[in-house]
């Protein structure tokens, strides 16, 4: 479905009087920051092919209705988010659960909905029906060939897919491991990974990326084979300059200082994107910014800090994504509010006084530099990312105008309330 613009009218002229006054007052307060307004409208997120449908864990799941079924409601459901923000531009396909069987068809589809195909997603975690070596014991580290060769095709496969929908960029991620000591021989697993990532990479065009995430546990609760961003960045400066380090927010050890990791990988040049999500313990799947909102900021701060300095593209530079699962909540929901929470963080960051905060810095002004950061923090940027939405043609309260236009109870008229997506 389709949200007829009409509504998306009608529903920012009944907020119009509300929105104008708080833009007014911001603006009045913050000076010059009308001038940030292109950067909130051209910045966006790609929201996964498998964060559409509910998700579950090991305990179950509870599917919601109108769940789409394949890839073309993925896209639609996609579509109508970016039609409410205009800031979820861009969809990320996991392969094999998302092939796109006929990609010209896609590909228009994509075009009518204004979305582009950001990095493609390969799968070397699960065994997919009819596949003759089964991953149980790792991919490409695993210590039988036959099974490292099958995971290499497998990613080279996932590029060509990529390479017809005019994605530009592969994520790998690794659920190779160990669950007990003695499982593995580190160095042997290191090299074999190494050695096949060097098959994969050496089958990329030459405009692609490919990215290597890391994490520290899940699957495998011993040891990972790509564990932190120290691993990661080996793999990747072993293996070239079109190979990054992936940053997924919700991969790291409890309380890790996830701003001065993204600080120094993009020092390096090789920060290639971005997983967002949030966390209270081990997991990765909360809605961005529901439990460690100023972590996000600190982390934006510097990632604006880090691509200013480098004069990267805050919009174009770096691959955003979300990576969640969504198991209580609605699905379309869960992400509108996940990419307002990264607009907002984003917004705070470039309020942020870069010129004052250096000059604290230079005079070990402890005080003053906290001052500053957290002035921006505790700016309500609301009505200024409310005000890029408008401005792009979306709206200014998307859940709300989600809810009244009942989207979720159309798409279960539409599609049946036991769809079931495929995905986590
Ligand atoms: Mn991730």
Redesign the pocket.
Known sequence: MRLDQKLIEEHNAALAGKHQKKLAFFLEENEGAKSLIQKLKDFQIAIPSWALGTGGTRFGRFSGGGEPSNLEQKMEDIGLLHQLNQSSGAISLHIPWDIPEDAEKIMSLAKSLNLKFDAMNSNTFQDQPGQKYSYKFGSLQNVDKNVRDQAVAHNIEVIKHGVALGSKSL?V?LADGSSFPGQLNFREAFENTLASLKEIYAALPEDWKMFV?Y?SNEPNFYSTTVADWGQSLLYASKLGPKAYT?V?L??HLPNANIEQIVSLLLMEGKLGGF?F?DSKYGD?DLTTGAIKPYQLFLIFNELVDGMDHAGIDHASGLGW?I?ASHNVKDPLEDLLQSVEAIMMAYAQALLVDRKALKAAQQKNDVSLAQEILQQAYRTDVRPLVAEARLQAGGALNPIDLFRSAKVRENLIKERGSETKATGL
């Open positions: 994520t991620w995430e994490k992936l997924d919700g991969h997983h999500n990765d994504m990576d």
